[in-house]
């Protein structure tokens, strides 16, 4: 009578275990990966809500500001670029993570090409730009774009769309 089990066995039973370990990983990190791109987008949809609930004060001589750009020194007179810049400030203050330096939370999208080599944002990095770099807050053409990089650790570029276009 056989007791126990042989060698094969175990060494089968081992192989199964270590295969489902690491297709969980992988599957992990993917997890992982999109949570915090959708981290990144909230944060950039917060900047955006508070960013027009200021624009909204300013340009109707409301003394009330976001919680976001309480202490800004933002008028009627503020470029599109100054607007944009007090974002990216903004953002790097109130989304500081541990581990990761301001930069790679926010950036003006002109400066991309200055920061980095390649030009390719940090994934998951919050690119704000202008479609004006000097049109004023009244004007039709005061758009500012948060877009968010998701994919540049692959060696691809960011999916830039006409909502999202790139920004030099």
């Keep these: ?15 199964i275990i270590g295969a489902l370990a690491g297709a969980g990983i992988v599957g992990y990190q993917a997890y992982i990966a999109g949570v ?4 990144a987008v909230t944060n950039g949809e917060q900047l955006n809500r508070a960013m027009a609930t200021d624009i909204f004060a300013i340009n109707n001589n409301v003394n009330s500001r976001s919680d976001l750009f309480a202490n800004t020194t933002l008028t009627t007179n503020s470029t599109c670029r100054l607007y944009a810049d007090e974002m990216v400030k903004q953002a790097r203050r109130t989304f500081a ?8 939370i926010a950036i003006y999208g002109p400066n991309v090409q200055t920061i980095y080599s390649n030009q390719k944002p940090v994934r998951d990095q919050i690119v704000i730009s202008c479609n004006n770099a000097l049109a004023l807050p009244q004007a039709d053409d005061f758009v500012i774009r948060t877009c968010v990089c998701d994919s540049p650790d692959d060696g691809e570029s960011c999916s830039w769309t006409a909502a999202c276009p790139q920004p030099w």
């Design 97 to 104: 993570k541990q581990g990761v330096t301001g930069i790679d």
């Design 36 to 39: 915090n791109t959708d981290v």
């Design 1 to 15: 009578m056989k007791h126990g089990f042989s060698l094969i066995e175990l060494l089968v039973v081992v192989a």
